[in-house]
């Protein structure tokens, strides 16, 4: 949207301050509509000495500027003091009555860090006030807009076309050309993210047709004159309307229209300079020349769109409350890898597979500012990711200034500090920015006696890699309703006594395995799964005569990358084990007695072992005790968040110290020296089926932390064959390694519990050793 403070708005402030006379006009006035917004900033945070005693009209300007700069940081105290102002009867700014702008101002930096539900609560509070307080066309306008958008990015499309028919109801007409303008612009806006494309195209037309037939009015005359004569206004202002225009065009159908105005707006240098629009616009234009048959044309458009994309740490999008649209990155990937695939470039494609994964890990740890790193000053590494988000937030910043001489070498520091981030920690710069790893180092990371299956999954495209230390193979799979027959497949592992799993289990494995067979020499497999694979316990897959864990060893990875992290780490020469069974938790049907047993028949089989079980295991307990100890075992609930997979964790017991949840987001805080971690007891459900990110999620945050290996469980499984599976899992661990051990002991638990609900839910994940 045009920025909600922006513009109309605006221009009718210091049209009522000045007289429209443009003798006399205060600073503010000046700096506000010309969108020399750190200016601005530093003007009035000069004029204000302190922001408590503030009136409305200081912050007024103050708050925007800070939403202009993307200062969030800044923006939500500014906005909470103008609410403060505001119910102490300080309404006013240049006689307008401005008590709606704070909660507008709100949606729309709720937008923009994509929480749809929070921007629409600030709509809504918004246009309330409007309609109480009687405010002028424009606002109720703006308000509107900002409601129906909000409804529209959410996916609640009856209350986002509710909302537009109020808003295209509202009356405009000549001379107040910029109402109907903000109004049509508004409901382009909505429909574009309603997928909507000839309704935007419809809007935004005959928004152009308006201004150009009836000229500029007064008021635009005004407001050009008092801009500078920096070019950011394209940047940010005409782009984005230009965006709509022509992704509006190439979603329907109107290809050579779209290509020539994108080709146009590619040839714009400042074009480069708004990421989350330039990234979209290369994107659709290596779709337009694809669907020519210009594959390898399409393919440099594509690369251009990613590097772009792996630019930033962040995932704000801050346009998407200006063009209604919020770009899929991971859509980018999908279409490079299927044309790679498709033009038999099996070996980028493999490198562009682990790009995406890489891409997904940071866009879920975007948010995160503290991670621990082994052998590194934690203050360096925070000081460091401060500065790498500092740079980025630099970037986004939309004024019009003149250009200062530092400005430019913005670009340029952001590769400085990603080098220093490198330098620090390889496995740190992986989780905020995007490593770009050849193949060629991947393959010799593999045993020699091992081949990868690497799934990329996306929509109803479905491919593996078959990768071995000498080969890169791609095949394209059947991916059609994969995600409801894994679904099916996990129903009926829940009912031990049916035999309905055996159909679903060989057409699983007739899609997925049989396909490259041929290309499988050797008789352990490394499995890295995507989206809703994770959820799939592969060792279960049957070929129509044997369990795919019959013939193979088995161990997982989040992605094939982090094997670089993992080959130097020590493994443990004088193993023992802390192990958490049956916490505390304050509620009796959360308690688990079988896993308080479990955990004292584990700890019996290590001499030093330390059994915490009830109220001693405790989150400070394995804070402290962690790091001491090589196996970590822990029999307790999880709890997962497909929807934040950053809230997933395990429950352990409360004490003086806090709730006792350890999340996801903590295990990137810590360090820890486990060569073993087992998740024996917590389980994603059978019957939750989400993009995988909760359960990967967990494995990788303690494989971070520096765990080299964990056992975890897809589901709870029953309480007698857990404890033998265990007891045989740990027994092993003496004569073989972890992923024959693993395997050796659901081999055992299998003769004696044929039904693989009792077996097939636990997997390694990371090194076999």
């Known amino acids: 949207m045009k920025a909600i403070l922006g513009g109309v708005v605006i221009g009718l402030l210091v049209m009522s301050s000045a007289g429209c006379t443009g003798l006399l006009v205060p600073k503010e006035d000046q700096l506000m509509p010309a969108g020399r917004y750190s200016e601005l900033e530093t003007y009035m945070e000069s004029r204000i000495e302190n922001l408590p005693s503030a009136g409305s009209k200081q ?63 600030q709509a809504q509070t918004g246009y309330d006030l409007v309609l109480k307080r009687d405010l002028a066309r424009v606002m109720k306008i703006h308000a509107l807009s900002a409601l129906a958008l909000a409804h529209a990015l959410n996916g609640e499309r009856e209350k986002a076309e509710t909302s537009a028919k109020m808003l295209n109801d509202i009356g405009t007409h000549y001379p107040f050309t910029f109402l109907t303008t903000d109004k049509l612009n508004g409901l382009a806006r909505t429909y574009m993210a309603l997928g909507d494309f000839q309704k935007s195209l419809e809007y935004i037309r005959e928004d152009e047709s308006i201004a150009w037939s009836r000229g500029f009015t007064q008021l635009a005359v005004v407001m050009i004159m008092a801009m500078p004569p920096g070019d950011n206004i394209f940047t940010y202002q005409q782009l984005p309307k230009a965006f709509i225009l022509n992704k509006s065009l190439y979603e329907t159908g109107q290809l050579k229209e779209a290509q020539a105005g994108y080709d146009q707006l590619l040839k714009q240098p400042r074009t480069q300079d708004n990421g989350d629009i330039y990234w979209m616009i290369l994107f659709d234009r290596g779709r337009i020349i694809e669907a020519e048959g210009k594959r390898q044309e399409a393919i440099e458009f594509y690369r251009r769109a990613i590097e772009v994309i792996e630019a930033q740490r962040s995932t704000i999008n801050t346009e998407a409350s200006k063009i209604g649209f919020v770009g899929d990155k991971q859509q980018v990937y999908h279409q490079l890898i299927a044309v790679l695939v498709a033009e038999g470039q099996p070996v980028p494609a493999f490198e562009y597979v682990e790009r995406s994964k890489a891409r997904a890990l940071v866009d879920l740890l975007a948010s995160k500012k503290d991670f621990a790193v082994s052998g590194a000053d934690q203050q360096q590494v925070a000081t460091l990711v401060k500065e790498l988000d500092t740079v980025e937030a630099e970037a986004r910043v939309q004024s019009t200034d003149i250009p200062t001489e530092g400005s430019g070498l913005r670009s340029g520091r952001d590769l400085q500090v990603k080098k220093r981030i490198g330098a620090v920690s390889v496995e740190l710069a992986s989780l905020v920015t995007v490593p770009q790893m050849a193949a060629g180092t991947i393959q010799p990371l593999l045993q020699p006696n091992e081949t990868l299956l690497e799934y990329y999954y996306q929509g109803e495209d479905l491919y593996v890699f078959v990768v071995n230390r000498s080969t890169v193979k791609a095949t394209k799979l059947n991916g059609a309703n994969l995600v409801g027959e894994i679904g099916q497949f996990r129903a009926a592992l829940e009912d031990p006594q049916s035999r309905r799993f055996a159909e679903l289990s060989q057409k699983l494995y007739d899609r997925l395995i049989r396909p490259v067979e041929p290309n499988v020499t050797t008789s352990q497999l490394l499995i890295v799964a995507h989206g809703v694979l994770h959820y799939l316990p592969f060792s279960a897959l049957n070929d129509g005569t044997n369990f795919l864990i019959d013939r193979y060893s088995l161990r997982h990875l989040p992605s094939a990358s982090v094997m670089q992290f993992l080959k130097d780490r020590q493994t443990a020469k004088s193993p023992n084990v802390l192990a958490f069974g049956n916490p505390d938790l304050g509620n009796p049907q959360y308690d688990l007695k079988f896993a308080q047993d479990e955990a004292v028949a584990v700890g019996k089989g290590f001499p030093n072992a330390k059994v915490l079980v009830r109220k001693d295991a405790t989150k400070t307990a394995f804070k402290s005790l962690g790091p001491q100890f090589p196996y970590l075992h822990f029999a307790t609930h999880g709890r997962f968040d497909p929807d934040a997979p950053l809230n997933s964790g395990l429950l352990l017991a409360g004490d003086a110290q806090g709730d006792g949840f350890l999340s996801l987001g903590e295990l990137y805080s810590l360090r820890l020296n486990a060569d073993l971690v087992t998740l024996s007891a917590c389980e994603t459900g059978l019957g939750k089926i989400s993009n995988g990110d909760d359960v990967v999620g967990l494995a990788r945050g303690f494989l971070y932390a520096g765990s080299n290996t964990i056992v975890a469980s897809l589901w709870r499984v029953d309480d007698r064959a857990t404890s033998y599976l265990m007891t045989e899992f740990y027994a092993n661990l003496k004569k073989s390694n972890k992923r024959d051990a693993l395997r050796q002991a659901q081999l055992a638990a299998k003769k004696q519990y044929e039904h693989p609900f009792y077996w097939a839910a636990f997997q390694l994940t990371g090194r076999a050793e």
């Open 59 to 121: 912050l007024m300007y103050l708050c925007y500027a800070y939403s202009r700069l993307k200062k969030y940081n800044k923006l939500f105290p500014c906005l909470d003091q103008w609410d403060s102002a505001i119910e102490k009867g300080d309404y006013t700014a240049n006689m307008f009555d401005v008590s709606a702008f704070p909660p507008l101002l709100r949606a729309e930096a709720y937008m923009e860090f994509g929480n749809y539900g929070k921007a629409i609560e």
